[in-house]
């Protein structure tokens, strides 16, 4: 079964430091990848995703991930932090397998402190 | 601008009561989906639904309800058989067959306390 993995339950980064989220994932085939952002009390946002093609992906905000698929990972990056992007983000894996086509498994998340 | 909106923001109820959570979306999405969120625990699929008139259950279905009679509206009736109903409620719609894996959009959630 496909399975998410965010080793990370908190982590506290300097304002202006490089931040890197870790996610793994467990599934048979080319997996979709997503990682979304959750700010306290609101929805889900998407930051980027990876279907195929290039494994450095750009997505809003600044950040970018890389897939990497002899480490079944699929990393968070971003240069420097912002005391906005305090927030809580969640890796997830596209399933398609029979009935459940088109639903998302997320990983637990990794809520992020900056601190000034 | 389109998007999907979930109401009340907070909804209290007493225990043993039946309650149903909004969900409405604009996006012209097929597919909609009803997620819960414990501290520390992800996100969790209750239910989903790919087309109107079908839906099916997710992993923690039991004590849940929906209905898709409209393309836009999916309520979750939380029932009194729900052990712990008490959780942050989030729905969220995508393209589905349109586009297999397409991103969810998400609405802003139904914080739900139960006593």
């Known amino acids: 079964a496909q399975s998410v993995t965010q080793p990370d339950i908190h982590i506290t980064v300097s304002e202006g430091a490089s931040l890197e989220l870790r996610c793994n994932y467990s599934y048979g085939a080319t997996p979709y990848l997503f990682w979304y952002v959750q700010s306290p009390g609101q929805g889900l946002q998407l930051l980027l995703k990876?279907?195929?093609?290039?494994?450095l992906v750009q997505g809003i905000k600044g950040f970018e991930a890389e897939f990497k698929r002899s480490q079944s990972s699929f990393n968070l990056r971003k240069p420097s932090v912002h005391w906005s992007d305090a927030a809580e983000y969640f890796c997830a894996v596209g399933a398609i397998e029979g009935g459940s086509q088109g639903n998302l498994i997320f990983g637990k998340g990794t809520k992020l402190s900056v601190k000034p | 601008d389109g998007g999907i909106t979930q109401s009340p923001k907070y909804l209290f109820r007493k225990e043993g009561q039946n309650v149903t959570l909004s969900c409405e979306q604009n996006l012209n999405h097929d597919a909609m989906y009803w997620y819960r969120q414990d501290p520390g625990q992800g996100l969790r699929l209750i239910y989903y639904?790919?087309?109107?008139?079908?839906?099916q259950k997710g992993d923690i279905a039991e004590g849940y309800s929906v209905s898709r009679e409209k393309k836009e509206s999916f309520p979750l009736t939380v029932t009194s058989a729900q052990k712990n109903p008490t959780a942050f409620y989030l729905c969220?719609?995508?393209?589905?067959?349109?586009?297999?894996?397409?991103?969810?959009?998400f609405g802003n959630g139904t914080r739900l306390t139960v006593t």
């Open positions: 969220a719609s995508s393209l589905g067959g349109q586009a297999p894996n397409s991103p969810l959009h």
């Open positions: 639904s790919q087309i109107v008139n079908d839906f």
């Open positions: 990876y279907f195929s093609g290039d494994t």
